[in-house]
Nanobody
Framework: QVQLVESGGGSVQTGGSLRLSCAVS????????MGWFRQAPGKEREFVAS?????????VYADFVKGRFTISRDNGKNTVYLQMNSLKPEDTAVYYC????????????????WGQGTQVTVSS
């Protein structure tokens, strides 16, 4: 059973930075494609960024985070990161880490494994 545990959320002011981490266990990490999603109150869960399995490492970003957020993975630590810079109030949401044995891109319903989420709050 794959387990994902997010951390690193918190409260920051506009323009600030946070780095989210997602620690993965239960499966060879390099075999997993990973994604970050977010969900604001009253809104659908939306795609933020994804990174393919280790031998590809291809990254994809939602348009609204391009140039501000960076997804990366550390196979030695079984962890995927989301570095978030230049944060805006509209980035406020619960951020979720997701994993799958196949690359699933931006479609949340296709990911098999999810973390519990971490809250990010950006104040103006």
């Amino acid at each position: 059973q794959v387990q994902l545990v997010e951390s690193g959320g918190g409260s920051v002011q506009t323009g600030g930075s946070l780095r989210l981490s997602c620690a993965v266990s239960g499966r060879t990490f390099s075999s997993l494609a990973m994604g970050w999603f977010r969900q604001a109150p009253g809104k659908e869960r939306e795609f933020v960024a994804s990174i393919n399995r280790n031998w590809s490492g291809r990254t994809v970003y939602a348009d609204f985070v391009k140039g501000r957020f960076t997804i990366s993975r550390d196979n030695g630590k079984n962890t995927v990161y989301l570095q978030m810079n230049s944060l805006k109030p509209e980035d406020t949401a619960v951020y979720y880490c997701a994993a799958d044995l196949n690359y699933r891109g931006a479609t949340p319903g296709l990911y098999d494994y999810w973390g519990q989420g971490t809250q990010v709050t950006v104040s103006s």
